[in-house]
């Protein structure tokens, strides 16, 4: 196994309907990754809401960052720390503003409701799910054009 460098070219070329695709595809692992965690989070360990949404999207996020660089981009190499990681952190936390705001909101209306457990859980899932929804678009066009486009040296 060699060693890769920054400077190493795309692993190999994909149009933009495959990224699109492939971006989708890391979406629903990261949400899959990002609701379980808030799930068991609020159920299993009596998280609040809003804690429990913090740390769901910081464990999703690494695995977003990761599959969206090496499978979505075909990005080899380090990655930048001020052009590649800390845009898409603050794009992922962009989004954990949202749906925090989103699950905050839910889950003082449905305490006030006095809903059962399982309706409290499905809307703050809900919740979490539309921040990130809703910020969706934006972050694939910013990945895309800016933060992991192919950059050509001269």
Known sequence: MGVETAAEPLSEPTTLVTRLIRCMGVSVISTIVSVTVLAA???GLGFEAW???VLATAIATVPSYHLNR???????G??????????????????????TVAVALSDSWL?????GEPLRTFVILMAHLSGFGI???????????VLFRARVDG
Do not use: M, Y
């Not at 305490?111 to 809903?115: I, T």
């Not at 910020?135 to 054009?145: D, H, I, K, M, P």
């Open 51 to 53: 804690i429990a949404n």
């Open 41 to 43: 989070s609020t159920v």
């Open 78 to 99: 380090e990655s930048d720390l001020w052009r590649e990681l800390a845009p898409f952190w603050v794009l992922s936390f962009a989004g954990l503003v949202l749906s």
């Open 111 to 115: 305490h006030g409701a006095h809903l």
């Open 135 to 145: 910020l969706w678009v934006a972050q694939f066009a910013l990945l895309e054009r």
């Open 70 to 76: 090496r499978w979505t981009w075909g990005k080899r």
